[in-house]
């Protein structure tokens, strides 16, 4: 097994911030679509449910080739994996601004999934390999905050663009900044020993992708907490696809102040909460065993209530609110997510096991957005009075991914 030992505290720190701002270009590039929904619309006359589509493609190509991206970074060079996955979704990016059909669009998001599928596997089991149990929750839940602060950016950023320069211009310059990172991470990054349990090494290597998956749903709690990421995660992808539109249209924000304050109230304080549960969670662990489990539950419950407020807030004020209390609640979750999971699978079977769990989390969570476009296109009354209901009953997919973590921390105990 490795430990801290291993790898001097100066390369462990510099690889995960090499990673960090990989995630966090990874996250802002995802997100700066859905920013720029009402000027697609207003352009090209889409409806709320093809403006869903074009969310949801994303992350159904995103999910269903996790696995096999997964299985590939437990056998393949992770540092390689991660430099083709962010070319090919920086240029795709790029390609967006070019996009002028519905079915464009589709495709280019596509292949963002594909691009963006390769990473979190690949770079959570380095981050893995590189800290030892004392600090890779810490490491791991530092690493998420990349995912708040890259959502910000790639919201506000593609506004600010779009607002001076044309939409399609916020495109280029993230794909060419895409580019520049894949370069320095090719240069820069080091690919470490594997972290291997001694005598599995040959039979792991042996087993192919369908056995692979198939011992990894067996293990015990392993699948109830890939169900409640896909609960949560369902949440999580309302409010990145639809917020801005939500903050737009609702309270008549402009373009840039309302791709700002949907992202910026929630993700600075999954930022925050993010990484301090991490080093609680690596605390509590000394005593209490699947302590990370318990923290998530905890903020998972709490969170369902703050959800609630969001879809009935009546004022500006409120719903800002609302949303940060949201925000703190979704990164004490998130800060747990693969540490938790790390905590029930094996070491040569981790980038298999993220890779899974974003297939599930993701192909579950891309319903969300849809079902809310197809909610707010569709029935009687106001549109965004539609919407704000929709996204008060998501509160149930939250309680229910409560129920399933504490399910696996009883089966951990056991």
Request: net charge positive.
């Amino acid at each position: 097994m490795s430990t801290d030992s291993e790898c001097t505290d100066r390369t462990k720190w510099w690889v995960l911030g090499m990673l960090w701002v990989v995630c966090l270009l990874n996250y802002a590039d995802r997100q700066a679509i859905s920013s720029l929904f009402p000027l697609l619309e207003r352009e090209f006359h889409y409806s709320k449910a093809e403006l869903g589509l074009i969310g949801s493609a994303f992350m159904w190509v995103y999910a269903f080739s996790s696995p096999f991206l997964g299985f590939a970074g437990d056998r393949k060079s992770r540092k390689g994996l991660i430099v083709v996955g962010c070319l090919l979704w920086s240029l795709m990016t790029g390609f967006t601004g070019f996009c002028a059909r519905l079915w464009q669009f589709i495709a280019a998001r596509s292949l963002i999934g594909l691009g963006e599928s390769v990473y979190f596997p690949s770079a959570t089991s380095i981050l893995s390999d590189y800290h030892g149990t004392r600090t890779r929750s810490t490491a791991l839940s530092f690493h998420q905050s990349a995912v708040y602060l890259g959502t910000i950016a790639g919201g506000w950023i593609a506004a600010l663009i779009a607002d001076q320069y044309g939409w399609r211009w916020a495109f280029y310059g993230f794909g060419a900044s895409g580019l520049v990172v894949a370069l320095i991470i090719g240069l820069c990054l080091r690919e470490p020993v594997r972290e291997q349990i001694v005598g599995t090494k040959e039979n792991h290597h042996q087993a192919g992708i369908v056995v692979t998956l198939r011992d990894l749903m067996k293990l015990p709690g392993v699948l109830l907490l890939m169900l409640a990421f896909a609960c949560a995660n369902g949440v999580g992808a309302i409010f990145l696809v639809w917020a801005p539109t939500f903050l737009f249209e609702k309270f008549h924000l402009s373009l840039v102040a309302a791709g700002f304050s949907a992202v910026a109230a929630i993700q600075l304080a999954s930022a925050l909460s993010g990484p301090l549960s991490g080093l609680l969670a690596d605390r509590l662990a000394l005593g209490i065993k699947g302590a990370h489990m318990l923290i998530q539950a905890t903020a998972l419950i709490l969170g369902s209530v703050c959800v609630v407020a969001v879809g009935h807030a009546p004022t500006m004020s409120l719903l800002l609110g609302a949303m940060i209390c949201f925000g703190l609640c979704k990164g004490a979750y998130d800060g747990g997510i693969f540490a938790s999971i790390f905590d029930l699978v094996p070491a040569p079977k981790r980038a298999s096991a993220a890779g899974l769990m974003n297939m599930l989390g993701w192909g579950g969570g891309a319903l969300g957005p849809l079902l809310i476009g197809l909610l707010a296109s569709g029935g009687h009354g106001d549109a965004m009075e539609r919407m704000s209901a929709g996204i008060s009953w998501s509160c149930i997919a939250y309680l229910v991914a409560a129920g399933l973590i504490l399910s696996a921390w009883r089966m951990r105990r056991g």
